[in-house]
Structures are given as C-alpha cells and as structure tokens.
C-alpha cells in the first residue's frame, strides 16, 4: 500500500490480510504474482514500463526440460571460454574493463567441474519438470491463448563429429533425469523437418518439450493476475529498498513509498543494483540476446529448432516466426547491433531451404539474467527476512516461470516448497 494511507504492519496483518509487492513485470515477477494471489495475498505488482519488457518478451518460448544441464560443464574452459572472446561469434565477450564481468567469469570457471555441473543439473531439472507441469494447468484452468504447442525441440548439427559426440549427452539427460531424445542421422532429419536444407548431419529430438508465443503468455498471465484480484501498476519504477534492520521497511518508487508484509524482487537482470537491501552480492549478468520476429514463413518449420554449431534458434509460432539467440557480455548496455541480427539470418540461411524476408516485424535485444552458476536465486534475502528474491533464471526463465513462482509464494506463506528449494538459496552468496 502506498505509504501516505498506509496503516502500521501489525494492523496490516490484523485478519486474514496479508500484503505482497512484486517488483518486475516479467515472466518470474508475472508468475510470482500470480502465485501469491492464488494463495490470498493482496498483491501489487509494479512495473518499469509495461507488463514484458524485458527478456521476457522476444524471447525464443521454449518450454525445454531438454535443458537440465547448464552452460558451466568440463571442457568448458578449455574448449567453449576462448571463443567467447572471438568477435562476431554468436557468444562473445567483448574485452573491455569490467571488474564484476572479470570476477563473474573467475566465478563461473570455478562451476566447470563435473561435480558442480550435475549439482546445477539437479536444481534445474526440478524446476523444469514441475513448470511444464504447472503450466499445462495454469493454460488450462486460466483459458490463456499463448499458442501452445506440443511437437518437442530439435537440435540440429552439420558436423557430423559433433552431432555424434551430443550422444553422450542423450544419454546423460535420460539416465539422470528421464528425458527422451531420439536421434536423426543424415537426411532422416529432413525426413523429420522438411523445411531444413538438403545435407545436415542429423539431429536430436526432444519429444517432451513444448513452445508458446511469449508475449500471448506474459499477457494472459496479466488478465490471470487481475482475476485472482491482483493490482498491476505500470509505469512505476522502483529507485531503491529501504531496510529498517534486518527488515525490508519500505519500496520507494517514482510515486512514492509504499510498504508491504513480503516484497519480491524479481527485475530480471537487473537485480543486482539492489545487493545492499539484500545483504549479499547476486552474481548475475545480463546475457544480451536478440530475435527477429516476422510473419509465418511459407515453408515454415513445424517442430523448433537449435542450429548447435552456430546456436541460433528457430521457433514456428502460429501467428509468426521467430529466429532468436546469440550471447553478448556487454553489461547493461541496450543497443541492438546489426552485426549479431545479421548472425541470425546468416545461420536462417545455411540451413533453411526459405530465405528468411528482407524487413521483419520486430528486431529485439534482452537481458538474460545470467547467474554464475546456472541455478537461479530464489529465497529470502540474507539482509531483510521479509525481502524474496526470484532472479537469475539465465536461458531458462520461460521454462522455470511457474515453479519459481509458486516456490516463491511458498517462501512467502512458510509452506513446505513442493520441491526442495535448498539449491536456489541465497545463502550460497551470503
Ligand atoms: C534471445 C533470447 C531467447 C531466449 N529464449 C528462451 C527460451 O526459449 N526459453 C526460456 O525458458 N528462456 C529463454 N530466454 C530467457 C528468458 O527470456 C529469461 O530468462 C526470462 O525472460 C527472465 O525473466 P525475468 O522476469 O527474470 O526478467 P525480465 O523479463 O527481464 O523482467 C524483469 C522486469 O523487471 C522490470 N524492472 C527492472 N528494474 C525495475 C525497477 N527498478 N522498477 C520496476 N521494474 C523494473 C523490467 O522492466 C522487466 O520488465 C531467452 C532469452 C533471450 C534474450
């Protein structure tokens, strides 16, 4: 509540009412949202801009339990870390002096062990697992129209070296986490997706993964936050958190004060900025990534798919097509460069037999909210017991909406979390 007709938190909590502000209006603070409505909270969610405008907006909407493991792997180093600071390469550190960069990456060369790989691994599969099954319900029960599709993801290779070494891969996701994927090799893969040029090495499917439009989903999400009650304030930017001890003990905005029983924060990329109401650095990145949105092709693909070598994305929607991806470490910079748009169609052009259009609808530049080690931040803040972060969702944040959160509502209302929330803690950063 705004702060000029506030009442003190102890008649606040008077009765059954229970205050919660989300900050963010994107797919982790739109979920969190939504949650905590369903749960009885009064919430207020506020947004910068509009409901979507960060990376939850053009991104490539798929909702891929294929994507258990996380970046950080062994041989990552070795093989992955130099060509980052290639330029023009469709992942890219640009050099350039920036002691958080320098020291995130330090940080995340330390997660390159087997070890820590499957660690992350576990923690993600979790949440994939549970939000592709929260959101077939969340889609059913709120009637939203997102263009949900169920025809799986494909990896596809040219190489054929590198197609064959994904294998070991395969066969990790199914034996660790049950996930099927069945292999394609040579011209079977056009069989399979005749939109793909003649000559590819073949290609992994992925049966159990599904894609939606984001922006149909963000917006549903919204009219769902309104019907369970929700208030969602556009236009309102939150400039700093103000903690009283070990308490979060107001939200100062561009239009003023307001307090809560629970804050959440969940800006995305740009959590950060807030570490000292936290209590503790997050170590997150914004990950620029970029897409191009254009009407349905005439040969349009039907199944969504991963160039690997150039890993580009391609996602058939029903009301368009969308061709999306590229990793730029550029700090908090919003600029769209054209040379990463033309990696995109250049890629489009290697393996698809329709050229992509000369104009398209909508060229698009987001953050990825990077962690350093592949598993978001959700949990309450080290400094202020009444402050949840859900941040850091890196390339997986569609997918991990929903368990983040109703995992945040659970935080919120002291329920046992319906999986087990220990690996996405703060405290590993406190
Ligand atoms: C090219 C690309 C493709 C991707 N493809 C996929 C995919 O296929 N599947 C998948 O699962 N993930 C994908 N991702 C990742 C996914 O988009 C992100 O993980 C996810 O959108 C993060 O959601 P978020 O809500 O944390 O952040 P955001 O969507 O960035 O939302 C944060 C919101 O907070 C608001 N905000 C920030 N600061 C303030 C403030 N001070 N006051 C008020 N509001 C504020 C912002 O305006 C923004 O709306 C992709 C990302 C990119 C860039």
Same mark, same amino acid.
């Given at each position: 509540?705004?702060?000029?007709?506030? %009442?003190?938190?102890?008649?606040?909590?008077?009765?059954?009412? #229970?205050?919660?502000? @989300?900050?963010?209006?994107? *797919?982790?603070?739109?979920?969190?949202?939504?949650?905590?409505?369903?749960?009885?909270?009064? %919430?207020? /969610?506020?947004? #910068?801009?509009?409901?979507?405008?960060?990376?939850?907006?053009?991104?490539?909407?798929? @909702?891929?339990?294929?994507? &258990?493991?996380?970046?950080?792997g062994p041989g990552v180093v070795a093989h992955t870390l130099p060509s980052l600071f290639k330029r023009h390469t469709p992942l890219s550190i640009p050099a350039r002096f920036d002691p958080s960069l320098w020291k995130w990456l330090l940080q995340f060369t330390r997660q390159c062990t087997n070890a820590r790989m499957l660690h992350a691994a576990n923690g993600r599969n979790a949440l994939l697992a549970s939000s592709m099954n929260l959101y077939r319900e969340i889609v059913r029960e709120e009637a939203i129209n997102c263009e949900w599709t169920d025809l799986g993801l494909l990896l596809v290779y040219k190489s054929a070296k590198d197609f064959d070494n994904y294998k070991a891969t395969a066969e990790l996701l199914n034996r660790q986490f049950a996930i099927e994927a069945i292999s394609y090799a040579g011209e079977a893969v056009k069989e399979l997706e005749p939109s793909l040029k003649a000559g590819m090495a073949g290609g992994w499917h992925f049966p159990g993964d599904a894609h939606v439009r984001p922006d149909k989903l963000l917006s549903g999400l919204k009219t769902a936050i309104q019907r369970h009650e929700g208030v969602i304030r556009e236009n309102v930017e939150v400039s700093s958190l103000r903690r009283?001890?070990?308490? *979060?003990?107001? @939200?100062?905005?561009?239009?003023?004060? /307001?307090?809560?029983?629970?804050? %959440? *924060? &969940?800006?995305?990329?740009?959590?950060?900025?807030?570490a000292e109401a936290i209590g503790c650095r997050l170590p997150i990145q914004p990950g620029k990534g970029y897409s191009l949105t254009m009407q349905p092709l005439r040969n349009q693909p039907k199944i969504p798919m991963i160039f690997e070598e150039h890993h580009v994305a391609v996602t058939p929607m029903a009301s368009g097509f969308r061709v999306g991806s590229t990793m730029e470490f550029t700090g908090y910079d919003r600029s769209i460069n054209p040379k990463r748009l033309a990696l995109l169609r250049k890629s489009a052009a290697e393996h698809l037999e329709e050229p992509l259009p000369a104009t398209v609808d909508e060229e698009w530049a987001g953050w990825r909210p990077m962690s350093v080690d592949g598993l978001p931040c959700i949990g309450r803040a080290p400094g202020a017991n009444n402050l949840i972060v859900a941040a850091g969702n890196g390339m997986i944040g569609l997918a991990t909406a929903p368990a983040t959160g109703k995992l945040v509502a659970e935080i919120a209302s002291k329920q046992t979390p319906h999986i087990n929330a220990e690996p996405y803690s703060l405290s590993r950063f406190a």
């Open positions: 509540m705004w702060v000029d007709e506030a %009442v003190s938190e102890s008649a606040c909590c008077m009765g059954d009412s #229970r205050s919660a502000i @989300v900050i963010g209006g994107g *797919l982790i603070g739109c979920s969190s949202a939504y949650y905590l409505c369903r749960d009885g909270w009064d %919430v207020t /969610l506020l947004e #910068r801009q509009k409901i979507g405008s960060g990376a939850s907006h053009g991104n490539c909407g798929y @909702v891929c339990p294929s994507h &258990a493991m996380p970046l950080s009283d001890g070990a308490r *979060l003990a107001s @939200v100062e905005t561009s239009q003023g004060s /307001l307090t809560a029983d629970v804050t %959440v *924060l &969940a800006t995305g990329a740009e959590a950060p900025q807030f």
